[in-house]
């Protein structure tokens, strides 16, 4: 849809201290209204206060569309649901990035680009080794990225970004799984290019020089799937500081180890590590999950159901549902059984009989699911969020090109409403 087609021609009318302003009406794709207030603060000096952003439009976006009210996700418009059935994890990279399914040509060269360009710089697997036992990946995930910009100081963005998109989605399965090689001591085991991304990933991750290392099939979907249902989510916290600070004309990488920092917390992609913790807590406390669900709506016990609630959904999580089922097929072919996948569907379906979930729109998000199959594939839980990191690099690769491609892109720089002192005198230190 083009930009102007956004506007619709009518305006919304404010009244403010006394006089009316027009705010043009604007409706997306898929019917979503806004009002656009470009112009308030030149015109009536007064600005919009939403704390956490939840009723700002940072960008006009045509990559993700989220209806969080019904559960709808679509990337470029396909659902969720039919890519993952359909696709694979660098096609739907492709997709993100590049807008449009490849074809068989297109999709033979980014692969070709994607294997040719995994091996990092032999001098980075120094930095890997400054780094003490207790380092958490996802620290050294991002310091790795942003030293990409080190190895690659060249970047004109007319005729390399294609190529340095290529070279940091092939090299970052490389440094997160040279990453887990370092956390246990074992020797880093290279990329191959005759495996898929997932099985090449499970291989420098699992497999050691002294014996054949062979790549579960089941294992591999899974992680395809997990890297799928990851790869975007439209304007959330890591993606919305990746163009903020790509808004600054910061390159790719410096830009993406910034989202990396943004999601390893706990409110955001650092939740699927927090609930492994969690079920791990409540089995190792007897298992007495209704005890947890009580100390969840008690706002004074600081305990939150991690894996539950989001900014955007109001309804199921369609990732969440997706990864219910898998985490089922997933352990049945493995012949595995996890308690605590018991405890999470226990704690599940309390939660949606609960009148605070149900009054509050809490329904489980795709992190509740995501770490058991993460865990029967024998990935620790400290990798949990690099996972993530993995999966949603697409999006915001995509995400970063499409800002930098907007025409008027201007810089991130939100305003305040000050409430600190006035203007007042200063005094000597002996006079205070
Ligand atoms: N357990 C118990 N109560 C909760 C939870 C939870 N997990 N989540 C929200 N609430 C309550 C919250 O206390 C508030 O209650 P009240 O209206 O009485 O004050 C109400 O529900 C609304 O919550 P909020 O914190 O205002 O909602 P938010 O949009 O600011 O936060 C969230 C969204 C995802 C940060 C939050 O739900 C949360 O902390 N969940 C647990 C962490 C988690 O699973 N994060 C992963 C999100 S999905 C992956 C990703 O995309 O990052």
Not at 9 to 19: I, Y
Request: overall charge neutral; glycine content about 8%; hydrophobic content about 40%.
């Amino acid at each position: 849809m083009e930009t102007s087609k956004v506007y619709t021609g009518e305006n919304a009318k404010l009244l403010l201290q006394g006089k009316e302003y027009n705010l043009p009406i604007m409706i997306g794709s898929e019917k979503e209204v806004g009002l656009d207030i470009t112009k308030l603060r030149a015109d009536s000096g007064a600005i919009t206060v939403d704390s956490g952003y939840g009723n700002t439009g940072s960008c006009l976006s045509a990559i993700t569309f989220i209806d969080g009210e019904r559960g709808i996700l679509q990337y470029r418009g396909y659902p969720i649901d039919e890519l993952a059935a359909k696709s694979n994890f660098v096609e739907v990279a492709y997709l993100l990035i590049f807008g449009h399914l490849p074809t068989k040509a297109e999709l033979d060269d980014f692969n070709f680009k994607l294997t040719h360009h995994s091996l990092i710089h032999e001098d980075m697997k120094k930095f890997f080794e400054g780094f003490p036992p207790t380092a958490h990946p996802m620290g050294i995930l991002s310091s790795m990225v942003n030293s990409l910009s080190a190895f690659y100081p060249e970047f004109d963005y007319k005729t390399d970004l294609e190529i340095n998109i290529a070279r940091l989605i092939a090299k970052l399965k490389t440094i997160a799984a040279f990453s887990y090689k370092k956390s246990i001591g074992q020797p880093y085991i290279y990329p191959q290019n005759h495996l898929s991304y997932s099985g090449d990933l499970l291989n420098m991750m699992f497999a050691v020089p002294s014996e054949e290392y062979k790549i579960n099939k089941v294992v591999e979907e899974a992680l395809d799937l997990l890297l799928i249902l990851h790869a975007d989510h439209e304007q959330n916290c890591s993606t919305s500081t990746v163009r903020m600070v790509g808004s600054s004309e910061a390159n790719l990488f410096a830009s993406i180890s910034a989202g990396i920092c943004a999601l390893w917390g706990p409110l955001h992609g650092g939740a699927n590590q927090e609930v492994l913790e969690m079920l791990e807590h409540i089995r190792a406390d007897g298992g007495d999950y209704k005890k947890y669900m009580n100390m969840a709506k008690d706002k004074s016990s600081g305990f939150k159901l991690m894996g539950f609630g989001h900014r955007v959904y109001k309804n199921f999580d369609p990732r969440a549902k997706i990864l219910k089922a898998s985490a089922d097929k997933v352990l049945g072919q493995l012949g595995k059984s996890d308690p605590l996948l018991d405890i999470a569907k226990n704690l599940e379906e309390i939660a949606l009989k609960d009148d605070f979930f149900i009054e509050r729109k809490l329904y489980p998000n795709v992190d509740f699911y995501s770490g058991i199959i993460y865990r029967a594939m024998g990935i620790p839980t400290n990798m949990f969020t690099v996972m993530f990191a993995l999966g949603r690099l697409p999006g915001w690769i995509a995400q970063w090109k499409e800002m930098r491609e907007t025409p008027g892109t201007r810089i991130y720089r939100p305003r305040q409403i000050y409430t600190g002192a006035t203007k007042r005198a200063h005094a000597p230190i002996d006079k205070r």
